[in-house]
């Protein structure tokens, strides 16, 4: 199956996928998996056929792997996605890789999307290929001000375009979400191109930060992934207001998923 199959908005695992060896050896058996997976992906965007179509397919297929070792999905707000006639920004918190891999799977179904990212993530050897295909807003992460610019004229662009955005505010992932540390470019960019907001919360941290390559850590099944989608949100005024909303909405589930 090529696609998440939601109820009212909601995803839940089915147990039933986890395999034996997936089970004895998690992490192993995913990353083989994936590996496969993007490499055949890197080669199809090398040549130029790796559609949207396939993106949304082969994020699924990340999803479905981490499924096979144990992880379970619980996603809510699919609904809110499926509302929006046009192309919004998405806001959340960033915990780890398992985000950037998983969006697509979800969102592509509803409405073509992009991330904004780091530089290094275009110059990640296979991986790059998939990354540029995906039209992204690539930043330095050297000059907080260069970067403003770079997202406020590609991310107007890119929305004008009919892509919604995917924005992590925070300046690094971490498994611990800090208020103070999430800035308002989200914010900027949706009141400056005149489209709404969609607050995200999320909880990824089954797929650990590695030692040797951060991106790359131990997959822990032990430890269910979460997301949750707000609804929609227009941007009046200065947007202050709808970042604390954002804000509020993030601590609200996190708190939920730690009980």
Not at 70 to 91: H, L, M, R, Y
Not at 151 to 167: A, H, N, P, Q, Y
Request: glycine letters at 6%.
């Amino acid at each position: 199956m090529n696609s998440l199959l939601f109820e009212n908005g909601k995803y839940k695992s089915d147990n039933s996928r986890v395999t034996w060896l997936g089970r004895l050896l998690p992490s192993l058996t995913y990353y083989s998996k994936m590996a496969a997976i993007v490499l055949r992906s890197s080669l199809q965007a090398q040549r130029g056929v790796y559609t949207v179509q396939k993106w949304q397919e082969s994020s699924c297929e990340i999803i479905r792997g981490l499924e096979s070792v144990g992880v379970d999905f619980n996603i809510i707000g699919e609904d809110s996605i499926a509302a929006v006639s046009g192309p919004c920004v998405f806001i959340g918190n960033h915990m780890s890789t398992l985000e950037t891999f998983s969006l697509p799977a979800i969102i592509l179904p509803h409405i073509n999307t992009t991330f904004i990212i780091k530089k290094s993530l275009v110059e990640y050897p296979v991986f790059k290929h998939i990354m540029k295909s995906s039209n992204p807003i690539v930043v330095e992460r050297t000059n907080a001000r260069e970067d403003l610019k770079i997202v406020m004229e590609e991310g107007i662009k890119r929305l004008k375009e009919g892509f919604s955005v995917i924005v992590f505010p925070q300046t690094t992932r971490t498994f611990e979400f800090d208020h103070s540390k999430f800035n308002t470019i989200g914010i900027k960019l949706a009141k400056r191109a005149d489209v709404p907001v969609i607050p995200l919360a999320l909880k990824t941290n089954a797929w650990g930060n590695g030692k040797l390559i951060k991106d790359f850590g131990k997959i822990d099944p032990t430890k269910k992934v979460h997301f949750a989608f707000g609804k929609s949100i227009r941007i009046s005024g200065n947007g202050k207001e709808e970042h604390a909303a954002v804000i509020s909405f993030i601590e609200k589930h996190l708190e939920e998923w730690q009980q």
